[in-house]
């Protein structure tokens, strides 16, 4: 039926609805990727329309996005004119336990971003069996390297970026081009912004 349908030039939005209507009772999602894949094997149709679902929400209804909710609960200094303001203290209101979460998160912020290491054994004792159990076990795990981090200056940040960029470079090669010219790709990508750098004389 779904073919015939196609066959004479059906739309299939229509095809799809029709399909409904005559007691189709699998997954929706199913029935729209059949009619997707039947349409362009046969006759070369692309639907890039999705139809299964719609997602509509009610007249004066807000949606706020989850990543844009925790990108401003982490901002520090949270910008006045922010379209996120209003919702967001809204939101606090409305679930007591968002401002508690907000709390934690600066609680934590404030220890890392300081010099007193021992501060943090204090955080961990009042927040280890709260929301973010798995989170603060995580920090348990390696609070050696975690109580370092807020005793010292220094940073892994310049070798865990190189190592990134190495690994970028072997993933582009795909294991085709050798050892021999991995070597050569790594040592090029770091060579560019050299002043006495001479791609002639490396091709040579």
Known sequence: MI???????????????YVIA??????WSTLESF??????????????????SRLVFPEGFQSIKRNSFLYYMATLEKDPESPMRAPYKKLLETYPEMALLEQE????????MGHEPEALD?????????RLSSFWKGIEKDIAAVKNAISYNITSGFVEGNNNKFKLIKRIGYGRTGLTNLEKKCWLCFQTDSEDFDLASFIA
């Open 3 to 17: 073919y015939k349908m196609l066959k004479d030039k059906i739309s299939p939005n229509v095809v799809y609805n």
């Open 22 to 27: 005559q007691g189709y009772s699998g997954e």
């Open 105 to 112: 998160y600066l609680d934590f912020h404030r220890v890392l």
């Open 35 to 52: 009619i997707s894949i039947m349409a362009y094997n046969n006759f070369g149709m692309n639907v890039h329309q999705r139809y299964a």
């Open 122 to 130: 204090g955080v961990l004792e009042k927040y280890r069996d709260g």
